[in-house]
């Protein structure tokens, strides 16, 4: 008899430390979306005034200037898909955790 309560006390200290380990990796996820997601902000943001620019070049036929800003627009939208891939795969995790609660 002793030795099952032994046994449930060590499955029940092992489910509570289960527990509190997904607590405090629910907790990270949370912080990486936000973190996430307030870079893409920053790069729409940053987008938005490059293509301004790009916008601008192209009133004043400056191609060289087209160009350039083209490859920058480019590379803003690896980025931003980069981002984006990365806040799905945290989203993911974490409703995964919340439903294993």
């Avoid at 916008?55 to 803003?76: P, W």
Wanted: glycine content about 2%; cysteine-free.
């Amino acid at each position: 008899m002793s030795r099952y309560k032994i046994d449930g006390n060590t499955a029940r200290r092992e489910n509570e430390s289960q527990q509190k380990k997904n607590k405090n990796r629910i907790s990270s996820l949370e912080k990486k979306i936000v973190k996430a997601e307030e870079t893409l902000a920053k790069l729409e943001e940053k987008k938005a005034l490059k293509e301004e620019e790009y916008n601008e070049a192209g009133r004043v036929n400056d191609l060289d200037k087209l160009l350039t800003i083209q490859k920058e627009l480019e590379d803003f939208d690896m980025e931003i898909m980069t981002m984006m891939e990365e806040w799905e795969s945290l989203e993911e995790e974490l409703e995964e955790l919340k439903e294993s609660i």
